[in-house]
């Protein structure tokens, strides 16, 4: 994952003069309705590793997966705990489950 959002929680939290990444999983959507119920739908995918966060003003922000060398886009951050928590999970669009309409409408 990507950005240049916060670097740590709250009103108050620090904004990176650099883009951001870290490494992190992707968890099933039973873990991460563990913890966000209902609000994790279909057409998400949440990851977490306990040592870094999605957090306020990474939305839009790439998830990549390297499969075989080649990165590839499979989801763009949506939200996560307003602290910014690492302990708990963060969503990202399920890039996959919206292809078909990302192709109509991209117009590529």
């Known amino acids: 994952m990507t950005g240049w959002g916060k ?3 709250g009103i ?14 992707l ?3 039973a873990e991460c309705a563990a913890t966000w ?3 994790v739908t279909d057409r998400m995918q949440c990851a977490n590793d306990n040592s870094n966060s999605a957090c306020n003003g990474d939305s839009g922000g790439p998830l990549a997966v390297n499969d075989g060398g080649v990165w590839k886009l499979v989801g763009n951050t949506s939200w996560g ?6 302990s708990m999970p963060s969503a990202w669009s399920k890039n996959s ?6 192709q109509t409408n991209a117009d590529l």
């Open 27 to 29: 968890i099933s959507k």
């Open 12 to 25: 108050f939290g620090q904004i990176p003069n650099t883009m951001q990444y870290g490494y992190t999983y």
């Open 81 to 86: 705990s307003s602290s910014c928590a690492v």
């Open 7 to 9: 670097t740590s929680g």
């Open 97 to 102: 489950a919206v292809y078909s309409w990302i």
């Open 37 to 39: 119920g209902s609000q």
